[in-house]
């Protein structure tokens, strides 16, 4: 793979319309949100996205998508990874995320699941969390 232009603070307009169109949750996202993503492709197209929620020593993996024409690439792993050092870079010792459909995606990057009681209360307070996400989404949790 070539190498990949990866940026902070993704557009809103253009962050929405890429989660929208794989059905992933956006309503609650803010400019304040996006300092904490980063993205590549265009600032008006973007190829593909991925966002952190810092919560002290925890944080919240969200809404990685990555544009059907580029999955199966190998992007979204590189975007995971980007993630994971931003977020030690910040102090986070343990990354969660919520899926429905990407669990052995996330398994293979060493993500285990979880038991949501058993996530951080500052986890479980966030929007995804306690709104946006259904109590049927699997919950991963990785130790950086």
Known sequence: MEAIDIRPSPPLSATTALLGTLGLPASDLTDEHLKDF??????HNLTAVVGLEIFQVDGLLRSLAVAPSAQRTGLGSTLVRHAERRAQERGVRALYLL????????????????AREACPASIQSSA?????CPASAVLLMKVL
Do not use: I, K, M, N
């Open 38 to 43: 980063l993205f590549c492709g265009s600032p």
């Open 99 to 114: 899926t429905h459909t990407a669990q052995p995606f996330f398994e293979r990057l060493g993500y285990r699941v979880v």
């Open 128 to 132: 995804e969390f306690a709104r946006l």
